[in-house]
Each structure stands twice: as structure tokens, then as C-alpha cells.
């Protein structure tokens, strides 16, 4: 018995998971505003009635999301991301205070600077959770690979 709850429990998980990554699309680009210096858009798009946590959630309870990128010698960022979108600010009482959260789409920028005329990449991933007024799917996690320069 023991060994098949095991492979049904990874199962579910991966399928949960996976159901995060279809309730969010993410498309990536990257903008010159000016000598080596690039703006990299990460826009999400969240589907039906979903909402995903901004990156200061409010306070504890929704993971927040968050942005981790892969050292790359001919880069460095700028600041931190930012984040562009009409945020929402709601009291949800599965966390018993206000949070903030994007429903629809929202933009995170994030500006690097090459160190040198090249071609390279800023890569990473991005980690986000999603609720509805139903449920909240478990935090996901989406790899970011974007190609500035050149």
C-alpha cells in the first residue's frame, strides 16, 4: 500500500504544480534605453480568476514573488525589479490582513548593464504563487532566460 501512495502523492504535486504554471503565461523581452543599458521585462499573464502575490505580499501567509538570477560575467543589474500594473490591496481572511496581488497582467522590469558590446543573456527563474476565492495552488516556479545585447 505504502508504495503506491508515494508515486500517486508525486503525481498529484507535479499535476498541481503544473495547473500554477498554465494559470500564469510568461513572456519575456528585453528594451535598450541606452548605451549597454537594457531594460528585461518579465510579464505575467494570469488567467480567469486568479491572482498572483506582488512581491510585497503584505505580510505573512501568500508567497511572495520573487526573482533570482544566475551570475553572468558580462552583466550586472541595476536595482531591484520593479514592478508595473494596477496592484490590488484586499483584506483576505485565509491570511487575516491585507495583501497585494496583480489580477490580469502585470510587468516586472528589472535593468542590466552589459560590461561589454556583447551578446549574452540574463537567466534565472522566477518563483510566484496564485489563489482565487476558491483555492491557492502551490508556489511554482518558471526558469528566465532572455538574450540582451548584440
Known amino acids: 500500500m505504502k508504495a503506491l ?4 502523492l508525486l503525481l498529484v504535486s507535479v499535476l498541481t ?12 523581452s528585453a528594451k535598450k534605453i541606452a548605451d549597454r543599458t ?8 494570469i488567467n480567469g480568476d486568479y491572482h498572483m502575490y506582488a512581491q ?30 494596477k496592484m490590488v490591496k484586499k483584506f483576505e481572511s485565509a491570511w487575516n490582513h491585507n495583501v497585494n496581488y496583480y489580477e ?8 542590466v548593464k552589459l560590461k561589454a558590446n556583447a551578446k549574452t543573456s540574463l537567466s534565472g527563474k522566477v518563483e510566484f504563487m496564485v489563489c482565487n476565492e476558491k483555492q491557492c495552488l502551490p ?12
Open 104 to 111: 490580469g497582467k502585470v510587468d516586472f522590469v528589472q535593468v
Open 17 to 28: 504544480i503544473a495547473q500554477s504554471n498554465r494559470e500564469v503565461k510568461w513572456d519575456y
Open 56 to 85: 510585497n505580499v503584505g505580510g505573512d501567509g501568500p508567497v511572495p514573488t520573487s526573482f533570482s538570477f544566475s551570475k553572468n560575467p558580462l552583466l550586472i543589474t541595476e536595482g531591484k525589479v520593479k514592478e508595473a500594473g
Open 5 to 8: 501512495f508515494l508515486p500517486a
Open 38 to 45: 537594457y531594460e528585461v521585462h518579465m510579464t505575467a499573464t
Open 139 to 150: 508556489p511554482a516556479e518558471v526558469p528566465i532566460n532572455v538574450n540582451v545585447g548584440g
